[in-house]
T-cell receptor, first 117, second 115 residues
């Protein structure tokens, strides 16, 4: 079974600085998707960024980028020029591309990010 | 595109009562998912539908839980004989079948408190 581990329960960053959130996963599959979702307090979960495992190029979305290391099974999220609105819980998630469990996302426990003004 | 909606947003019930939640997915999204999220944890998968067919169920979905998507549009999740351990946020998500179907879009959730 696949697992996702986020080893940083909480992180803090100064406004305008850069922060990196860590995620590791365990799988025997070769083709899959990885995601970072953001869940602000009392608000719904939104997609931050997505990575296809077969793509070697790291995904980027404006101030958000990932460092995808397939061999190491690592998928970290870098937030540049942090803004107050980035404060939220961040969840790393895994999804099989093929196989029986095509439906579900497997989430880590999350990292709570605080942004200091 | 109005996004995924869920109703109610909050529900307080007494142990032993039945509750039903509704999810309306994004229009024309074939796939619909239910997750449960407890405090301090990431969401855990419960079940998913492709159109009206329930294709996968988690072991978390005990026999007190039932989900339906009768016409392949909205879905309901019913919990019978609620227990205090059922207190959680219940999240619904949807995705298209193709063209980005791997990305799930979440609703605001229904927060359940069982007293």
């Amino acid at each position: 079974a696949q697992t996702v581990t986020q080893s940083q329960p909480e992180m803090s960053v100064q406004e305008a600085e850069t922060v990196t959130l860590s995620c590791t996963y365990d799988t025997s599959e070769s083709d899959y998707y990885l995601f970072w979702y953001k869940q602000p307090p009392s608000r719904q979960m939104i997609l931050v960024i997505r990575q296809e495992a077969y793509k070697q190029q790291n995904a980027t979305e404006n101030r958000f980028s990932v460092n995808f290391q397939k061999a190491a099974k690592s998928f970290s999220l870098k937030i540049s020029d942090s803004q107050l609105g980035d404060a939220a819980m961040y969840f790393c998630a895994y999804k099989s591309r093929y196989g029986g469990s095509q439906g579900n996302l497997i989430f880590g426990k999350g990292t709570k990010l605080s942004v200091k003004p | 595109d109005t996004g995924v909606s869920q109703d109610p947003r909050h529900k307080i019930t007494k142990r032993g009562q039945n509750v039903t939640f509704r999810c309306d997915p994004i229009s024309e999204h074939n796939r619909l998912y239910w997750y449960r999220q407890t405090l301090g944890q990431g969401p855990e998968f419960l079940t998913y539908f492709q159109n009206e067919a329930q294709l996968e169920k988690s072991r978390l979905l005990s026999d007190r839980f039932s989900a339906e998507r009768p016409k392949g549009s909205f879905s309901t999740l019913e919990i019978q004989r609620t227990e205090q351990g059922d207190s959680a946020m219940y999240l619904c998500a949807s995705s298209p079948l193709r063209g980005g179907g791997e990305t799930q879009y979440f609703g605001p959730g229904t927060r359940l408190l069982v007293l």
